[in-house]
């Protein structure tokens, strides 16, 4: 969506656990996606304060972000967006479905889960521009 001349930013979070990558199944529109746990960044929030809180809203997991992976686009029916993507650590909780309506399912990823999915359509398009970065993070 643009306002002006600014473009909606949304943030993503990488969490890893014994080379298994978060994810959730975004059912928010007709298609759905899987994709790592992130959202809007909301006015007069940083994108960091923003995949915080996106997070938790989406897993329950309490998370920091470690470092900055990078930034790959993403087309959804509300436009193309770019994605500002975070490795993160998890500081508490454990992942559980909390928004149901929008994100039904949270699961864990291995590589060749991941490789078979960015040869369909179900993984979101930032996922498949970084899937030789995030192969080599999880390798």
């Not at 949304?10 to 007709?30: E, H, M, T, W």
């Not at 809007?40 to 809203?57: H, I, S």
């Not at 979101?124 to 970084?130: C, I, V």
């Amino acid at each position: 969506m643009i306002i002006g001349s600014m473009e909606t930013e949304l943030v993503a979070g990488l969490i890893i656990r014994d080379r298994r990558l978060l994810l959730v199944r975004n059912a928010k529109y007709s298609v759905e996606r899987i994709e790592p746990p992130g959202g809007k960044v909301e006015a007069g929030e940083t994108r960091e304060g923003a995949l915080v809180r996106e997070v938790t809203e989406e897993t329950g997991l309490t998370v920091q972000s470690q470092s900055y992976f990078g930034a790959y686009k993403t087309d959804s029916p509300e436009g193309t967006f770019t994605v500002y993507t975070y490795l993160c650590v998890v500081a508490g909780g454990e992942p559980e479905v909390r928004e149901p309506e929008k994100t039904p399912e949270v699961g864990w990823y291995t590589i060749e889960e991941l490789e078979e999915l960015s040869r369909g359509t179900e993984l979101a398009p930032n996922m498949k521009a970084a899937m030789g970065k995030i192969i080599e993070l999880l390798g």
